[in-house]
């Protein structure tokens, strides 16, 4: 299958014990990967582990892994950020967020670099050579949203609910949120979603595409794995060509667009072509 140009060079996959410490578990059959938020006692809220090491998961999955499944243990996704991390003290082993900026100690190009860190968890999920699905039962709050909204898929259970938090926690979105939520929903309504901080169900997340599938409660998995399935089913390298091309349409021009289009077909004619020709 075509590699992405921009997957990192692979490394070995998290540790069972790595991953239990930052709230996950993995779970990697052939082609599918299922990922799942594993922190039940905190509704599965996440810290700045659980996001360095999805990057790790990123960085590591093997070649041949085509679908990602992100879900939430339980009957919720995910709570958002862990709020410990805006204490002092910060989670066990962990760095505080806001540890020195209250007297000018701390160094803002650290925490700058810091967050950039943390994104790359988020990041990789927009890789062409996968396809991303959320499976969203209950709230995804806050950077729980994010990650649904870093996914190309997001199947949801009737009982799930959207929430933009951080502007009423005094914050912005800084995981990679904003410009799918944009794309998606438009400036608009990105504003009222993030400003009122207001819960959105899945019909209405269904009506303004935030949603891919909306589903009751007890269909959840069998769609989820119905989508892997049929996912599956389609070629693996026009895929990856595929979603090439439509993650760079919104910034292409026509003509840019279309001669994208030209020399990706060109290369699926080419190889198309090599594979019927008789061997030698």
């Known amino acids: 299958m075509a590699q992405d140009p921009q997957a990192p060079a692979g490394r070995d996959l998290p540790t069972e014990e790595e991953l239990g410490r930052a709230g996950l578990r993995l779970a990697v059959e052939g082609a599918v990967a299922r990922v799942t938020i594993s922190r039940p006692e905190r509704r599965n809220a996440m810290t700045g582990r659980t996001w360095t090491t999805l990057a790790h998961i990123g960085q590591a999955l093997p070649d041949d892994v085509r679908i990602v499944v992100i879900a939430g243990e339980g009957d919720i996704f995910s709570a958002g950020i862990d709020l410990n991390m805006f204490t002092p003290e910060g989670v066990d082993g962990e760095r505080s967020i806001v540890a020195g900026l209250a007297d000018g100690s701390a160094d803002k190009a650290d925490l700058d670099a810091y967050i950039s860190e943390l994104q790359q968890g988020f990041l990789w999920l927009r890789r062409s050579d996968l396809v991303t699905i959320a499976a969203v039962r209950g709230h995804a709050i806050g950077a729980g949203f994010q990650l649904a909204l870093s996914c190309d898929l997001r199947i949801l259970a009737d009982d799930a609910r ?85 993650r760079q349409a919104p910034g292409n021009t026509l003509d840019e667009q279309c001669a994208a289009e030209r020399a990706a077909q060109v290369e699926r004619l080419t190889a198309l072509a090599a594979a019927m020709a008789p061997k030698a």
């Open 162 to 246: 959207f929430c933009m938090k951080e502007p009423a926690l005094g914050l912005v979105p800084d995981l990679t949120g904003t410009k799918p939520l944009v794309d998606i929903v438009g400036v608009h309504r990105a504003t009222e979603i993030c400003l009122t901080a207001r819960k959105v169900g899945a019909e209405e997340a269904r009506e303004l595409g935030l949603a891919t599938l909306v589903v009751g409660v007890d269909e959840l998995d069998g769609a989820v794995n119905d989508a892997v399935a049929a996912l599956l089913a389609t070629n693996p390298d026009a895929a990856v060509a595929t979603k090439a091309l439509l």
